[in-house]
């Protein structure tokens, strides 16, 4: 190996420890704990669920079978991590995955004939915008099995071997028993199997060559294995209700990358080096690459939750492109891997020092660990109202002994739009709750969005039926004097 190339692997190996370091913070994501209550659940069974087994909502719609079933075999092995090694093994399992997500991205862009300088830079900005996407969540599955999607595709254009797609239908077996983002990969596995196909019709003049029809066939048995796949036509008709239903309104992931300003700077960067890079996609060789870095840019705009799928897509063949607009720009590759090196050095040293990287244990800022061990130490129970991003902390801890009101899973106008009038205490939303007939309510002091203090957290203070039992500096805990 020379030296150039060692330098080069140094620089991607500082790299990835880096990101891998970021990457490995507290956990924090609130839908982690229902995602490891259903794996339990599912384990204990033995049986995916038919209808929700916490007895919270109403599973007989398509998005309540969604939740229960595409992600079985996500929340099974998340479970399965956490109940071996605990906290610290999620975080280094959360870590793992993306920084593995990262290293196909720069292997892509080597297979995508660009220069390590690019490649390097382009995966460096691939990982700053994917910085924020660390849930530790079976979305994490979809990552990983997009990535090794296209790391199967790519290698198929580079090198021709047909068992590289044998591999493909496998895969997309896994990824819809693990996560509903197998929907997307099926969507972009057919846009770029069309436009495959399109490439050979022009360059050998028609469309029935073996490598066509073994595509199609590719193709074709993957959305067979979608549609064939646990929660089969739901996963459709969840999504297309979420996209347009009022729900898309209340959940921050649906949000515009705009409205999310600051925290998606890096992607707007992306996007800025994406649009740089169009004139090297103006080739009927790269109709394939090229549509999908339209599509998927222009799908992320939309939606705040679709950047990784974008950029971890896009990332090889923008910085392709950009070596093809860029070609008489020789570019010191010795200079720039050193640079990265030493960047890359810098950004640990300053993440160790500011103790953002290589975290261990929970952020117990966004969960009520102080009021989930009070009603522990009080063996408070009954019918509970609580806050939606505290639910699936709350089910994995007292699961048995409370009955709560919503948590994550339950995306839906039917149990949202009641929970947001408590909230506010509205006159209709103070007639729902004295109907239901809560014993305890757990209660942020206000919206995550804004920090406006709840109006219903007044109405219970003054309230001669409830009494604070526990408060902290996160909300309080109300429950109804002994009858």
């Known amino acids: 190996m020379n030296e150039r190339k060692y330098l080069e692997y140094l620089a991607l190996a500082a790299l990835l420890i880096t990101f891998f370091g970021f990457f490995a913070v507290k956990v924090w994501d609130i839908d982690f704990w229902w995602h490891i209550a259903a794996g339990r659940s599912i384990l204990e ?3 995916i669920p038919r209808a929700d087994p916490f007895g919270m909502y109403d599973a007989a719609n398509a998005c309540g079978q969604t939740v229960l079933k595409s992600e079985w075999l996500g929340q099974v092995s998340l479970y399965a991590v956490y109940r071996w090694f605990g906290l610290d093994g999620i975080i280094l399992f959360r870590a793992g995955v993306l920084a593995l997500c990262l290293a196909i991205v720069y292997f892509r862009c080597r297979l995508a004939s660009s220069t390590s300088p690019f490649a390097l830079v ?3 900005l691939a990982g700053l915008a994917i910085l924020h996407h660390t849930g530790e969540r079976p ?4 990552f990983l099995f997009l990535s090794l999607l296209f790391l199967l595709l790519d290698s198929f254009i580079h090198t021709g071997k047909r068992w590289l797609l044998y591999c493909i239908p496998p895969l997309m077996l896994l990824w819809s028993n693990t996560h509903a983002g197998a929907l997307m990969g099926v969507a972009v596995l057919g846009l770029f199997g069309i436009g495959y196909v399109l490439e050979k019709r022009w360059v050998e ?4 060559t073996p490598s066509n029809k073994l595509m199609l066939v590719i193709v074709g048995l993957s959305s067979v294995i979608l549609v064939t796949a646990p929660s089969g036509l739901d996963t459709f008709k969840c999504i297309i209700f979420q996209q347009s239903g009022s729900i898309r309104e209340m959940v921050s992931e649906y949000a515009s990358p705009w409205e999310l300003w600051p925290v998606t700077l890096y992607y707007w960067v992306f996007i800025g080096v994406t649009l740089v890079s169009l004139p090297g996609f103006f080739s009927k060789a790269y109709l394939k690459q090229g549509s ?3 599509v998927l840019g222009l799908i992320s705009v939309l939606g705040y939750r679709y950047i990784p799928f974008f950029v971890l897509v896009a990332a090889p063949y923008v910085a392709a492109s950009l070596h093809r607009v860029l070609s008489r720009v020789k570019l010191p590759a010795v200079a720039i891997h050193l640079s990265v090196l030493v960047i890359a050095l810098a950004f640990l040293g300053f993440g160790f020092k500011q103790e953002k990287v290589f975290q261990h244990g929970l952020q117990e800022q966004r969960f009520p660990v102080g009021a989930v061990a009070f009603i522990k130490a009080h063996k408070l129970g009954g019918k509970m109202f609580n806050s939606m991003n505290w639910g699936g902390y709350l089910l994995w801890n007292l699961s048995g002994t409370t009955s709560l ?6 995306l839906d106008p039917y149990r949202v739009v009641p929970y947001t009038n408590i909230l506010w205490a509205t006159p209709e939303g103070l007639r729902f709750f004295e109907q239901e007939n809560f014993d305890l309510a757990l209660v942020p002091y206000g919206s995550a969005f804004g920090g406006k203090r709840y109006p219903v957290i007044a109405y219970l203070q003054s309230h001669p039926g409830w009494q604070v039992v526990y408060q902290d500096g996160l909300g309080y ?5 002994a009858r």
Do not use: K
């Open 205 to 208: 003049g028609r469309l029935t």
């Open 405 to 410: 009101f919503i948590d994550g899973r339950t």
């Open 477 to 481: 805990l109300f429950a109804r004097p």
């Open 292 to 294: 999908l870095v339209f």
């Open 122 to 124: 382009i995966t460096a």
């Open 139 to 142: 979305q994490l599955f979809s």
């Open 45 to 47: 069974s033995g049986a």
